[in-house]
């Protein structure tokens, strides 16, 4: 159906939404503050120069200034130094390289490395080239083979079935032609594209430093792109027609380390565009700030699928510091044990505080439940993070809604307070965009949404502040800055503080703020401390029984380099309001250049059951109409608790929800719950609805993921979903159910809340092989339960010592302010893989610790036995499983830190791996000791009543059933459930660890031991003893006189040409000696019995693991 003349225009604003902060209605007045002599570090997976949007600005300049990776994740070690013979080079590849005559080169010296393309290609690139080169490289030819194959086989087969004898011959030749087609098929099977292999040299000019990457893979350069590092002239090459990946160049270390810098993945590019996209024909595509420029900063690392490290972020601060950067934006952030404080922490706070950049963060994506904030963005006092609002113009450009809603938050962004009580978000902005992205992608812009987007949003808002009070002279802080967004911010109706903030960011309103109130004490910032925390946050019911009193401590924070004088002169009247009855404060503070201290009285006795919040704000007598200078937040939940008669179970009916709502439950879990239950059934017999659970439980100390449920239903017409999730008991749980934002109509539901109780005897069950028999207890804590206790143990772990451990100093790169060095310790670690199967290495000291960890960071990466890498991980080693064929492997783990002394207290830094099992193991359970130990009749279901507990008996994992491999100082880890309900297995597991002890020692030949045939000479024995020795010190040194007195006597002995093989093929002399290399590795072709080798792989081999028992 055509459009009717006249209809109205597609809403373009709605794309990159910036009429709702106010952004549109800047520029309006102010044309030339479009963020102009502002400068943005984006850190992120980096940022595509060729993407739409990103080449100039609109006074023209270049947009990018430079692009760097701090990850190492595109390093290539061009340490090996060569010059050319006519004009020629030998590449680590081995291929032939012509320098071209156009190069200038005066000290004709060339540093040469070598990349694996696959290694730097984002993810989904790496998948389409993989699929695209095996379609153009592989799948002609091997089906072609592949359907000749079958063909003779099919017709020798009609032949020979046609026989009547068969000779031997033909018997052979059938047997021949079958396995070639069982062959070709298993080479389909075992595919496997190493991908491109890059060249790469790097030379100087006698001007500068220059590098080429052999993008022909041929050796022919002339075709090749020269480039010089980015920041010097904006320069780019190009991987490929089909690859369309980008790339630039950095060169350290007197061109001993050439970075090749690409994009990780799309969300940096796109997070550019939305900050600072200029598009001069199409200005309704711009960003926020289209005369801002970029600092593009690769904090995403390729190797750990563009996983933030904190290597990544402390050289960013380094560059964001030595660029001199207004602004960063960080759409990044994980889960957090602790709030405000770690190593990152400390750059993120230094590079704020003491050089005036203003770090904007993405909240998180983790809502609806309370205290979801991610680090840095919801839990650092420096760092401003950002919420995600939907507004109804998005809904219909960016998701052809077909009705708009009212205005909202995302259900997924993240709400606050942090877990010490600050109000965790501080703004919000739209967190929707269509956008640039990579040219990679094959596509210009994308749709993506996420806090990711509504922080570049407020990034390039506060970049247009910037830009304007910037050119009127005006001095400002990120402490100004800070206030002047949170004053200002347009309090969204419905939309609760958490998720807001203190409202949608409004440009125009907070540029004004900042013209009116640039006096030096408006300047200066002020802490907020409650103790250790940041606010006041009473969650549990034994918090929220009684009142309680609250020391809070106010310290005003200067700018870095503020005169004395300024500090001496500081005098603030300060008035004290409370915004709520049950909230008591003083009325009055009078503020000087030290930390002062209030008492605050909260009260929460007859506040309803549910979430209150409210704050006490300190106003300056002299300008109270500016807005507070701090706020004091204070958070208490009134918990549900269960009565006697309700049992252990909460009913809700004809519960009604609008698009987008949510209802909170805050519940005091029973003591002895282990695991709950909820049932939600539609009342609505027209409408199927999106609904979001979601459970939350807060641990001092602990992540709010420690113990966290989420899942996303559809519910449909009349029809009902049950889930289960575990919960600890005696504790606050908040349950929510949340209506999916983009939802259609109203619906009604009913639901129902079970807690269920089955306790083990101790929360985490270890078991020693050596006991033979261990006992556990189960309790019914609440009500009856069907109860089969199960132990399955899923993987098995190996301990490692390091076997070498060595500290030194990094580069260049890695220098804080004031010449404050980085160093890394390297520690090595051997093992051995009995089978092919998967294996997740970590390091139980650090894992799961990344902004607060008190170390820099940690990498591990593992490599077989050529050297090959074959993974790499670093804090959350279940993100980071590799598969492993049998063999011999090396992992290399880097821990940094600016302290060499504590580097050094890790020398002997345990390291562990985790050995999937292919098929669980279960452990036996009996009801009774005596049932344990003879093997008699093993445990089945029983049915507890309330309060009572009976015994179970573990009995030991026979020695037949332990892996190949697995011994003492290894131990298995799996789970126990005790629920007879799938619900209850799935919700309720305890943690088991079964420790191994030494294997049964067996004869080697039976019972009685087989008499010698014959018996070596002493003498004999000796010599070759003597003679392995020496073979086996050959490799340790340099010298070739051993093996010269040992060649005459044992010229038939093959160790000893395999040895010399290892002693000459080391990588820096392989190229001096390779004529004897050669020589060498004929020999021991030579030596080698071709006819036996050729038998032993013919064979069929049957690959099932149990072929030795069929």
């Known amino acids: 159906m055509a459009v009717a003349a006249g209809e109205a225009p597609f809403p373009l604003h709605g794309l990159l939404p910036k009429k709702e902060t106010g952004a549109a209605a800047f520029l309006t007045r102010f044309p030339d503050y479009d963020g102009r002599g502002v400068l943005i570090a984006v850190l992120d997976t980096g940022v595509d120069p060729a993407a739409p949007g990103m080449q100039i600005t609109t006074d023209g300049k270049p947009k990018i200034i430079d692009i760097i990776d701090t990850t190492g994740s595109g390093d290539v070690d061009t340490s090996s130094v060569v010059e050319p013979k006519e004009g020629v080079i030998v590449g680590l590849s081995g291929r032939t390289l012509k320098i071209p005559t156009t190069w200038i080169n005066p000290s004709e010296k060339y540093h040469i490395g070598i990349k694996n393309g696959y290694d730097f290609y984002p993810k989904a690139l790496k998948e389409r080239i993989q699929r695209e080169r095996k379609e153009k490289l592989w799948d002609p030819i091997h089906r072609t083979v592949l359907a000749e194959a079958c063909k003779k086989h099919e017709e020798f087969d009609t032949v020979y079935n046609s026989q009547s004898q068969v000779s031997q011959v033909d018997k052979l030749i059938k047997e021949e032609l079958q396995s070639q087609v069982e062959l070709l098929n298993s080479f389909e099977k075992k595919y496997s594209d190493p991908g491109p292999v890059y060249d790469c040299l790097v030379w100087h000019d006698g001007e ?52 090749l810098v690409t994009s990780g993945g799309a969300h940096g590019t796109h997070v550019a565009s939305i900050a600072a996209g200029y598009f001069p024909e199409e200005p309704e595509r711009n960003g926020v700030a289209p005369g801002a420029q970029i600092l593009a900063v690769k904090i995403g690392d390729t190797r750990l699928s563009t996983m933030e490290t904190g290597t990544g972020l402390i050289r960013a601060m380094i560059e964001a510091i030595k660029y001199k950067c207004d602004l960063i934006n960080y759409s990044y952030g994980e889960a957090t044990h602790w709030s405000n404080s770690g190593r990152i922490c400390e750059a993120i706070n230094e590079a704020v505080w003491k050089n005036n950049i203003t770090f904007v963060s993405s909240a998180g994506n983790n809502g609806p439940c309370l205290s979801t904030v991610g680090c840095p963005g919801g839990t650092t006092s420096s760092v401003i993070g950002v919420g995600a609002y939907v507004s109804p113009d998005m809904m219909i450009a960016e998701y052809s809604l077909r009705e708009k809603l009212p205005a909202n938050q995302y259900t997924w962004s993240s709400r606050g307070p942090s877990t010490d009580g600050a109000l965790g978000v501080s703004i919000s902005a739209p967190g929707g965009a269509i956008a640039s992205v990579p040219n990679w992608t094959l596509r210009g812009t ?42 200002t911010a347009l309090k969204a109706e419905n939309i609760e503080v958490f998720a807001q903030g203190h409202g949608i960011i409004q440009v125009d309103k907070a540029y004004e703020y900042l013209m009116q109130n640039s006096s030096a004490a408006k ?37 870095e380099n503020t005169d004395n004088a300024e500090r001496i002169s500081l005098q603030l009247h300060i008035v004290l309001t409370s915004s709520a009855s049950w909230v008591q404060c003083p009325s009055h503070l009078e503020l000087m250049n030290q930390c002062r201290h209030i008492n605050i009285r909260v009260d929460p006795r007859g506040l309803r059951e549910g979430l209150h919040y409210a704050e006490v704000c300190g106003y300056d007598l002299a300008a109270s109409s500016s807005g507070p200078l701090f706020r004091v937040p204070i958070t208490v939940i009134i918990s549900t608790r269960l009565s006697e008669c309700s049992g252990c179970d909460l ?13 909170r439950h805050f519940i005091e879990v029973p003591q002895g719950a282990s695991w709950a239950e909820v049932t939600i059934s539609s009342c609505s017999a027209d409408v199927s609805s999106k609904f979001v659970l979601h459970a939350v439980q807060l641990v001092k100390q602990k992540a709010y993921r420690s113990h966290e449920f989420y899942k996303f239903c559809s519910l449909p017409e009349k029809g009902s979903v049950t889930e289960a999730f575990p919960v600890l008991g005696g504790k606050t749980i908040e349950f929510c159910i949340a209506r999916w934002w983009a939802s259609l109509s109203d619906v009604s539901i009913d639901y129902v809340i079970s807690f269920h109780g089955a306790v083990c005897s101790t929360p985490h069950l270890n078991i020693h092989a050596s006991e033979g028999i261990t006992r556990f207890d189960v309790q019914s804590t609440l009500k009856y339960e069907d109860i089969a206790p199960c132990i399955n143990l899923k993987s098995w772990i190996q301990t490692l010592r390091p076997i070498s451990a060595k500290t030194k100093p990094l580069g260049s790169r890695d220098v804080l302010p004031n010449n404050r060095q980085i160093y890394e310790i390297i520690l090595t670690y051997n093992f051995h893989q009995p089978k092919s199967g998967e294996v997740t290495p970590s390091c139980p000291l650090l894992c799961e610790l990344l902004y607060e960890s008190e170390f820099d960071s940690q990498l591990w990466i593992i490599f077989d036995q050529n050297k090959r890498q074959m993974g790499a991980g670093d804090a959350y080693p279940h993100q980071y499983s590799v598969k492993l064929d049998k063999g011999d492997y090396t992992i290399r783990l880097q821990v940094r830190h600016e302290q060499m002394s504590e580097l050094e207290r890790l020398k002997d830094l345990p390291f562990i791996v985790s050995h999937r099992i292919s098929n669980a193991l279960s452990l036996d359970i009996y009801e009774s000791h005596y049932a344990a130990l003879l093997g008699k009749k093993k445990a089945s279901s029983a049915m507890l009543p309330p309060r009572h507990s009976q015994p179970f008996f573990i009995a030991s994992l026979p020695d037949d059933k332990i892996p190949k491999g697995a011994g003492p100082g290894c131990y298995f880890a799996g789970a126990l459930t005790l629920s007879k309900t799938e619900l209850g297995k799935k919700a309720d597991i305890i943690p088991v660890h079964y420790h191994l002890i030494p294997s049964p020692v067996k004869p080697k030949n039976g019972s009685k031991e087989k008499e010698k045939d014959s018996e070596k000479d002493v003498k004999e024995e000796f010599a070759e003893a003597l003679r392995d020795l020496k073979i086996q010190w050959m490799t340790k040194l340099d010298t070739s006189d051993l093996y010269n007195e040992l060649k005459d006597t044992y010229h038939d002995h093959l160790p000893l040409y395999v040895a010399r093989l290892h002693q000459l093929d080391s990588e820096k002399e392989r190229m001096k000696k390779l004529s004897e290399i050669m020589d060498t590795a004929d020999n021991i072709i030579s030596l080698i019995d071709q006819t036996a080798l050729a038998v032993y792989v013919a064979m069929k081999i049957d690959p099932r693991p149990d072929a030795a028992t069929i």
């Not at 390039?460 to 002279?473: D, E, P």
């Open 208 to 259: 500068t430093w220059r590098a080429c990457l052999d993008t022909s893979e041929s050796g022919d350069l002339d075709g090749c792109t020269v480039l010089r590092n980015y920041k010097e002239t904006q320069e780019y090459g190009s991987l490929g027609t089909s690859e369309m990946l980008n790339y630039s160049v950095n060169i350290y270390n007197e061109g001993n380390l050439l970075s």
């Open 446 to 487: 994308q749709l993506m949404n996420g806090t990711s987007m509504s922080s570049p949003n407020a990034c390039g808002g506060i970049a247009l502040m910037l830009s304007g009070v910037k050119a009127n002279g005006i001095r400002y802080t990120v402490h100004s800055v800070r206030r002047a967004l949170e004053n």
């Open 523 to 559: 300047n200066i910032g002020f802490t907020v401390t409650v103790g250790n925390n940041r606010g006041i946050y009473l969650r549990d019911f034994v918090h929220t029984a009684v009142p309680s009193d609250h020391c809070v401590g106010i310290e005003p924070v200067f700018p």
């Open 651 to 663: 009913t809700y009916s004809e519960v009604h929800f609008k698009p987008g709502q949510i209802q």
